[in-house]
């Protein structure tokens, strides 16, 4: 006999409530018997998108997320056009006002919330509208017209884009506000000037620092009063004041309120059974209005609804990127300087440029952006990780000089680029396909944006614009949540979460630690597996057994993968010195397997490229006879150590940066690390090994050693830290295994140096290596430990046999 389906009844379909019975049908498809109620007499569509329906941008069908098909292909009873009236939370029914009862074994309430309407003499006048739905958009279209004259009272975000809608509808448009500056909740007073001049440019006229008495008019409205007695013409007013929680019904049936229906962290009212998400709830006394927090809420519902119970709501301090009539915005965290901050500008009127940073202490307290807001995530993520800036102060407002491949080019926003703009030059992806695929595919987050096009899944450089893509395509309701971001769909936890679970529970199973951790999927993905193997190895490196099913290809079978099927060989060649013997060896077993092609790298060493995969363990052991190790040219592990020639030969050459590489290689190779991993060594100042785009170089001086940290080449190049500098190499053996261990404890699965050390801030890497001598001396103790166990020649033990169908064809496969 099928155990008897849950009831679930979903009061109100709009985002907030629907997107949680998306999450719940991922989670559990055939559990749940679901009825949705709604007001409105549609399905559920897209209330950001109001403002392009208004304007005539798009239609309303455009706006729509959940067809009618959907409901039905998800056996989804939708009631449209009929409010819930009752709650019976005795008898655990609701009830409509026509007498419809439906019962339930779960109820969530998502009622969203209702505009506020001025308690103002003429507020119930025809042509006083509200601005929260599509009907309210369709009365403002049928009374628009050319010429005729509109007031728009509340200078917030929606006011602003309704007074934009209708101007460009051809009405003369004027906006009411009580502050003194429109959007003064995102925007700090010099913004919000500047935002003023730009859309009276554009033809709104702005009536500020204004309360409005009166809607004058007897049968219509023609006009409004302020209360200094002065008054303007209107045949339309819109109020947009702000929003209030609906929290009506919740509150007849006994559930607990105070601006919103409380909830705890489980997303439960006080009443077990029954659930709240969205605008209408109130999480550890905020409310929220914007998408980001509303989906995460929606999320922790499912997962609890599911019978999970592994997550929690913790509540969301939003950044706000804002397009406002086509203006960039961005705003985060307090950007009202208190008298403990400091604030550092930036303005330049003829860019329409203006930033403005709040520091306390070193450490981003708040920002806000105007007219340039490509940054505006790396200043969030900066305040979300309480990075110290210490090191950034000189050109922190000038932005993330490295913001990606695609660059900024002449463009001051990424809305001004062509739709054939690359945007992610690692996965070759196009403003224009990244824009469809967000309208299309109904797109709200930088994951689902990644998920579908994998723009920013690569290297991450190119997220600022992909988010700024969001902004501009979403409007104004787009927000960048600051809660943690889970490691992959198949858990809650983030990757920090994962590495202190393995040292401080003493997980050394992957099994073990997705049961415990409650892994929706029990197999893992290609996203999670590796990382978990990763973070296994370097936790409990005497212990942990490597899953080689868990590792990519190229790691799994210790050679770089090309485009025909075949792989490339890279021997260790140590500090990119070799000799007449070895050469003759490499020559000999190129001419042996008849390698198509060998090649010279950047790293100073030799690439045998087209060797077939069953010929690999045979070319492995001529190579190790030959004394030949791997080059782990395949590896998140160290690469190499490119040196020059120091005082050995060169005139310049201050320390015999050849024998220190040598050295340096000797010590770490064969190391894992969350990425790879370069090192060169420079005899001079002259950087011919150029150390100072490696993530750990040395440039040698008369005196000793500049050490220097974060750098890398390629994509996305980046220019050294530097560190310190010391006076022997015994010392720089130390730091490089103490910096080396700090980042592969510290950093996460596939987060090269560079962006670790933007993320912690060269302070607290310099606090960890170079002032604590004590915490030094034991991460290069664990360095040298972990080494034991990982300088055993993976060529070596396959070309003696291990995993030898890894390389066997197909075709003799018993």
Same mark, same amino acid.
């Given at each position: 006999m099928a155990e008897k389906k849950i009831r679930l009844v979903v009061i109100g379909n709009g985002m907030a409530g629907i997107r949680t019975v998306e999450e719940l049908l991922k989670m559990s498809p055939d559990d749940f018997e679901i009825t949705v109620f709604g007001a409105e007499p549609h399905p559920n569509y897209n209330r950001i998108l109001l403002s392009p329906v208004l304007s005539g941008e798009m239609s309303f069908q455009d706006t729509v997320l959940n067809d009618w098909d959907w409901y039905e292909r998800n056996h989804i009873t939708l009631h449209t056009g009929k409010p819930v009236s009752k709650i019976d939370r005795y008898r655990c029914t609701v009830e409509t006002g026509d007498g419809l009862v439906v019962p339930y074994d779960r109820l969530?309430?998502?009622?969203?919330?209702?505009?506020?309407?001025?308690?103002?003499?003429?507020?119930?006048?025809?042509?006083?509208?509200?601005?929260?739905?599509?009907?309210?958009?369709?009365?403002m279209l049928a009374a628009a017209g050319p010429g005729k004259k509109a007031v728009v009272i509340g200078g917030g975000l929606l006011g602003l884009e309704a007074a934009n809608g209708l101007s460009l509808r051809g009405m003369e448009v004027s906006v009411v506000h009580l502050c003194d500056w429109p959007m003064e909740r995102q925007l700090d007073q010099a913004s919000g000037g500047l935002l003023k001049q730009a859309l009276e440019k554009r033809g709104l006229q702005f009536y500020l620092s204004r309360q409005t008495e009166a809607i004058l008019g007897e049968e219509r409205v023609v006009g409004v009063r302020f209360k200094d007695g002065e008054e303007i013409p209107a045949g339309m007013v819109?109020?947009? +004041? #702000?929003?209030?929680?609906?929290?009506? &019904?919740? /509150?007849? $049936?006994?559930?607990?309120?105070?601006?919103?229906? !409380?909830?705890?962290?489980?997303?439960?009212?006080?009443?077990?059974?029954?659930?709240?998400?969205?605008?209408?709830?109130?999480?550890?006394?905020?409310?929220?209005?914007?998408?980001?927090?509303?989906?995460?809420?929606?999320?922790v519902a499912a997962n609890h609804l599911a019978r999970y119970g592994g997550m929690r709501y913790e509540g969301s301090s939003v950044s706000t990127k804002l397009k406002v009539t086509g203006i960039d915005l961005f705003s985060a965290g307090d950007f009202? +300087? #208190?008298?403990?901050?400091?604030?550092? &500008?930036? /303005?330049? $009127?003829?860019?329409?440029?203006?930033?403005?940073? !709040?520091?306390?202490?070193?450490?981003?307290?708040?920002?806000?952006?105007?007219?340039?807001?490509?940054?505006?995530?790396?200043?969030?993520?900066?305040?979300?990780?309480?990075?110290?800036?210490?090191?950034?102060?000189?050109?922190?407002?000038?932005?993330q000089i490295h913001i990606g491949d695609s660059g900024r080019g002449g463009a001051s926003s990424v809305a001004n680029m062509p739709d054939d703009a690359e945007i992610c030059g690692c996965n070759g992806v196009c403003k224009g396909t990244i824009v469809k695929a967000i309208i299309e595919k109904k797109l709200f987050t930088l994951e689902e944006v990644r998920a579908h096009t994998k723009a920013s899944s690569s290297c991450g450089s190119c997220t600022g614009l992909v988010e700024g893509l969001l902004a501009n395509t979403l409007g104004g309701d787009y927000s960048a949540k600051s809660s943690k971001k889970p490691i992959c769909a198949c858990t809650e936890h983030s990757h920090q979460e994962i590495q202190y679970a393995i040292r401080d529970q003493g997980f050394k199973s992957i099994p073990e630690l997705m049961q415990v951790l409650n892994w929706k999927n029990q197999d893992g993905c290609h996203i999670c597996r590796p990382a978990l193997n990763y973070y296994l190895l370097a936790a409990w490196p005497g212990e942990y057994q490597d899953d080689s099913h868990s590792r990519f290809i190229n790691e799994r079978v210790h050679a770089n993968i090309q485009k025909d099927g075949t792989y490339s060989?890279?021997?260790?060649?140590?500090?990119?010195?070799?000799?007449?013997?070895?050469?003759?060896?490499?020559?000999?077993?190129?001419?042996?397997?008849?390698?198509?092609?060998?090649?010279?790298?950047?790293g100073q060493r030799i690439d045998l490229l087209g060797v077939t995969k069953e010929n690999l363990p045979k070319m492995w052991s001529d190579l190790v006879d030959a004394g030949f190790v791997s080059g782990h040219a395949y590896g998140k592990s160290l690469r190499t150590v490119k040196t020059c020639v120091g005082t050995d030969w060169c005139r310049?050459?201050?320390?015999?940066?050849?024998?220190l590489g040598i050295k340096i290689e000797k010590m770490t190779w064969g190391t894992w690390t969350p990425h790879k991993f370069k090192v060169a060594v420079s005899g001079c100042p002259r950087n011919c090994a150029e150390a100072t785009i490696k993530d750990f170089g040395v440039v040698c001086v008369d005196s000793g050693f500049e050490i220097h940290?974060?750098?890398?080449?390629?994509?996305?190049?980046?220019?050294?830290?530097?560190?310190?500098?010391v006076a022997t190499e015994a010392e720089v053996l130390e730091y490089c295994g103490a910096f080396m261990q700090a980042y592969r404890e510290d950093a996460h699965y596939l987060e090269r140096t560079a962006p670790w050390i933007e993320r912690v801030g060269l302070a607290y890497v310099k606090q960890r290596v170079v002032d604590d001598a004590q915490g030094r001396a034991a991460l290069y103790a664990r360095f040298l430990e972990s080494q034991r166990y990982s300088q055993d020649d993976p060529w070596k033990e396959r070309a003696q046999g291990r995993d030898a169908r890894e390389y066997a064809p197909l075709a003799t496969i018993g």
């Open positions: 969530l309430i998502a009622t969203g919330s209702n505009p506020m309407i001025l308690p103002i003499p003429g507020a119930d006048l025809p042509g006083v509208l509200a601005y929260r739905s599509i009907e309210d958009v369709e009365k819109v109020m947009t +004041a #702000g929003i209030r929680p609906n929290i009506a &019904l919740a /509150q007849s $049936a006994g559930i607990h309120c105070d601006r919103g229906i !409380v909830v705890s962290d489980t997303m439960q009212t006080y009443d077990p059974k029954i659930y709240s998400v969205g605008e209408c709830a109130q999480h550890r006394g905020q409310t929220y209005g914007l998408v980001a927090p509303l989906f995460e809420q929606a999320k009202k +300087a #208190g008298p403990e901050d400091e604030e550092l &500008l930036l /303005q330049d $009127a003829a860019r329409g440029v203006y930033k403005k940073l !709040v520091l306390r202490n070193n450490r981003l307290r708040g920002a806000v952006m105007y007219g340039d807001t490509l940054d505006g995530p790396w200043y969030f993520q900066m305040m979300r990780d309480g990075t110290d800036v210490t090191e950034l102060r000189e050109h922190i407002l000038f932005g060989v890279v021997p260790r060649i140590w500090g990119g010195v070799t000799s007449p013997a070895e050469l003759r060896s490499i020559a000999d077993i190129a001419e042996k397997y008849r390698v198509p092609t060998v090649k010279i790298t950047g310049f050459g201050t320390q015999d940066s050849t024998g940290v974060g750098g890398n080449g390629g994509v996305k190049v980046r220019v050294t830290d530097f560190l310190c500098k």
